[in-house]
T-cell receptor
Framework: DVKVTQSSRYLVKRTGEKVFLECVQDMDHENMFWYRQDPGLGLRLIYFSYDVKMKEKGDIPEGYSVSREKKERFSLILESASTNQTSMYLC????????????FGPGTRLTVL | GQSLEQPSEVTAVEGAIVQINCTYQTSGFYGLSWYQQHDGGAPTFLSYNALDGLEETGRFSSFLSRSDSYGYLLLQELQMKDSASYFCAVRNFNKFYFGSGTKLNVKP
């Protein structure tokens, strides 16, 4: 079974702090994604990575950056957290274009005060 | 850009059949996926349609019409445990774009 883990289930940070969210997968998947989920808006793609050190912006990259130094690890960074970044953050992976299923981590609920 | 529309909420009784529709507009299309998410849980994959027609997996079926940019998820013999949110997602090569989700309430 694919396992996707996220560093924290709940996180509370203050405005202006630098925040790191980490995602680790154990199935050697090339593609990894960061989404944020807000009520009524579904899942919105922030960034994704198709290989080590490779990244591509999603629909809402502003205020975020990412890092993928190792294949199994994909980090989302909030350079200076703001209250409008309070949300549920979901990491996902999938193997290749031949595959159709994304595997999601349990999510990190981030609150920025 | 991409946009997907699905109803925000649907209510049905146990044992019934329910259909959740999804219409999409997209600049590139490889296929349509469906995911289920229980409250507090992660989305889990249900089905994927790349070609027109119906795909059946147990009590769940998914349909796609590429010419109409439309698909649906059909849930039969509803059970209480089917109460969850259901998301359609368009795949454009190796990116996925999700709808806003349909909350399904199953009543006894």
């Amino acid at each position: 079974d694919v396992k996707v883990t996220q560093s924290s289930r709940y996180l509370v940070k203050r405005t202006g702090e630098k925040v790191f969210l980490e995602c680790v997968q154990d199935m050697d998947h090339e593609n990894m994604f960061w989404y944020r989920q807000d009520p009524g808006l579904g899942l919105r793609l922030i960034y994704f990575s198709y290989d080590v050190k490779m990244k591509e912006k999603g629909d809402i990259p502003e205020g975020y950056s990412v890092s993928r130094e190792k294949k199994e690890r994909f980090s989302l960074i909030l350079e200076s957290a703001s209250t409008n970044q309070t949300s549920m953050y979901l990491c996902a992976t999938y193997s290749s274009p031949a595959d159709n299923e994304q595997f999601f981590g349990p999510g990190t609920r981030l609150t920025v005060l | 850009g991409q946009s997907l529309e699905q109803p925000s909420e649907v209510t049905a009784v146990e044992g019934a059949i329910v259909q959740i529709n999804c219409t999409y507009q997209t600049s590139g299309f490889y296929g349509l996926s469906w995911y289920q998410q229980h409250d507090g849980g992660a989305p889990t994959f249900l089905s994927y349609n790349a070609l027109d027609g119906l795909e059946e997996t147990g009590r769940f079926s998914s349909f796609l019409s590429r010419s109409d940019s439309y698909g649906y998820l059909l849930l039969q013999e509803l059970q209480m445990k089917d109460s969850a949110s259901y998301f359609c997602a368009v795949r454009n090569f190796n990116k996925f774009y999700f709808g806003s989700g349909t909350k399904l309430n199953v009543k006894p």
